[in-house]
């Protein structure tokens, strides 16, 4: 099948330190099942309203990790709290503290990114540098969260090799914050990403195929 072919050329390029999340956004509960039998754990979604009803029918694969990766709107907090367990696109301080808020309600512990901004870029959002290292402190103090990495996002128009440029700061910002993970690359440029010390590439449409 192709997508287990996919599959294992992009895996076999990534070093151990190096993470693979499957974005099934678009794509079938059968695809996710595929790749859940050939080792794939996590998954990432970023439309609720589509992933939800996916994390319910797969409830029987016990050990997928699901990741979310989408804007998030305050009022969607509790049930992406309740349903994933790491959340990559925490774009401001408001934000994780609803989080904290929210997690402590329900007894759950996600794991964070920190969505940090390094360009300007209206499509995009997150902290910027300099009021992210202003809060820093705040911000790893907040309870029934961890803060694991960065994540951030290349404007669209940008060319390969200033993607490269970018990815390198997002994992020198997280190095001076003595954070492990950065989430950055996908089907377009992990390559650049993997060069530039991601440790998550959130890959879709090169692993599955053009969505539908």
């Known amino acids: ?12 390029k990534l070093p151990n330190r190096v993470n693979l999340l499957a974005v099934s956004k678009g794509f079938p509960e059968q695809d996710i099942r595929v790749l859940a039998g050939i080792g794939q754990k996590d998954f990432g979604e970023s439309r609720l309203q589509e992933a939800l009803p996916k994390l319910s029918s797969l409830l029987d694969l016990e050990h997928l990790r699901w990741h979310f990766i989408g804007t998030i709107q305050s009022n969607k907090v509790r049930k992406i709290v309740q349903n994933f367990q790491i959340i990559h696109s925490v774009d401001s301080l408001l934000l994780a503290k609803r989080i904290s808020r929210i997690a402590g309600e329900e007894k759950k512990d996600p794991r964070i990114m920190i969505q940090v901004k390094l360009r300007e870029d209206p499509t995009k959002g997150g902290l910027e540098p300099s009021y992210l290292l202003e809060v820093w402190h705040e911000l790893r103090s907040l309870p029934n969260m961890k803060v694991i990495g960065l994540m951030t996002m290349a404007p669209r128009s940008s060319e390969l090799a200033e993607r490269r440029i970018l990815f390198k700061e997002c994992r020198e910002l997280a190095d001076q914050l003595g954070l492990l993970d950065c989430s950055m690359g996908m089907s377009s440029d992990w390559e650049v990403a993997l060069e530039s010390g991601a440790t998550w590439l959130r890959v879709g449409s090169s692993l599955f195929g053009k969505r539908l």
């Open 1 to 12: 099948m192709l997508l287990i072919e996919r599959w294992n050329r992009l895996k076999v």
